[in-house]
């Protein structure tokens, strides 16, 4: 089995947590990194959770690197649970890892660099704003030729907005960072709003990740702190772990399904942070994305709960690379 590279470029956030606990515990994924970026909450929270995360995992292997402090050119904004702020110790226990000296967007680059030279290419997933990316791209363009493509948690078409009545998270938190990934000319895989709404998660399964050990107890105390239901939105119980999508995709894409697009962000004005997708080539331009429009509900949670159960199996050591 040929193992992916992938730098996970996250802002841990408890999406994120369930999005790389599934990564670490999976053998089909070698994770060269977590790069990490202010977003769900501030820079300094998302690297303590960061750190606690891959404390719990047992993969002391995989360095943590602090990125971004705040978006390229708009006003910081956080995310609708940034109370949350860094994971209580109760929730998620302390542990002994700590985060790199090296920057996070020095590690893309250099990692880039180390994949065009080895002729492996990697996979950058992107589960939080896309500023680090960005500013690796921006800084360095010759990067994008170790690239194989990155996977980006962010944008809704026909679902609409989370964070406003327009906007994903993601994006909206800095959409001129998502324009320049997506004008990059690597490829984009992109998990919207509409695809990850249809996978919802009930207390039931989150009751199952508590076979995971800690690392299974804690993701149970972070995705049982608040209420993620919305049946007015959904019509039935449940909710969605976004990120997690990504990893799935790349471990299991036969559960998904999509459509090449090209994809767009508006970057000014009252609905910044708008993604827009050319299903039908009106704008007569290339197509620059995979938007992925569903997903099979029943696989993708039942994949999760089984990588998250692979923590309560005697756990996986730093000696057991991806699982």
């Not at 470029?9 to 990564?23: E, S």
């Not at 960072?177 to 249809?198: H, K, N, R, W």
């Not at 994305?289 to 509900?297: H, L, Q, S």
């Amino acid at each position: 089995m040929t193992r992916q590279k992938i730098i996970i470029d996250a802002d841990p956030g408890v999406d994120d947590a369930a999005a790389i606990l599934m990564a670490l515990a999976s053998p089909e994924v070698d994770v060269l990194g977590l790069t990490i970026v202010a977003g769900n909450v501030p820079l300094r929270d998302t690297v303590v959770n960061a750190c606690k995360i891959v404390g719990l995992s047992g993969r002391h292997d995989v360095p943590v690197h602090a990125g971004a402090a705040g978006p390229l050119v708009r006003d910081q904004v956080y995310g609708k649970y940034a109370r949350i702020g860094a994971f209580d110790d109760a929730l998620v226990k302390a542990g002994d890892v700590g985060p790199s000296d090296e920057h996070a967007v020095h590690f893309i680059v250099h990692s880039a660099r180390e994949a065009v030279r080895s002729g492996e290419k990697i996979t950058i997933c992107a589960i939080g704003p896309m500023t680090n990316i960005a500013l690796a791209l921006i800084q360095h363009p010759d990067v994008a030729s170790g690239i194989r493509q990155i996977v980006s948690m962010g944008g809704a078409f026909t679902a609409l907005g989370h964070r406003t009545p327009w906007a994903e998270f993601n994006i909206y938190a800095d959409p001129h960072a998502a324009e320049i990934v997506y004008c990059s000319g690597v490829p984009i895989v992109i998990m919207p709003l509409d695809m990850t709404f249809q996978a919802l998660f009930t207390s039931e399964h989150f009751g199952q990740f508590r076979d995971g050990g800690e690392a299974g107890n804690a993701l149970f105390n972070l995705l049982s702190a608040f209420d993620r239901s919305d049946i007015k939105r959904f019509g039935r119980p449940g909710g969605p772990i976004h990120d997690a999508t990504t990893i799935a995709w790349l471990i299991r894409p036969d559960l998904f399904s999509g459509r090449e697009a090209f994809v767009g962000v508006q970057v000014t004005g009252l609905t910044m942070g708008y993604t827009y997708a050319d299903f039908y080539g009106k704008m007569d331009r290339s197509p620059n994305a995979t938007v992925i429009t569903d997903v099979n509900e029943a696989g993708f949670i039942a994949l999760l709960i089984e990588r998250i159960a692979r923590y309560g199996r005697g756990g996986l050591g730093s000696t057991v690379q991806g699982g």
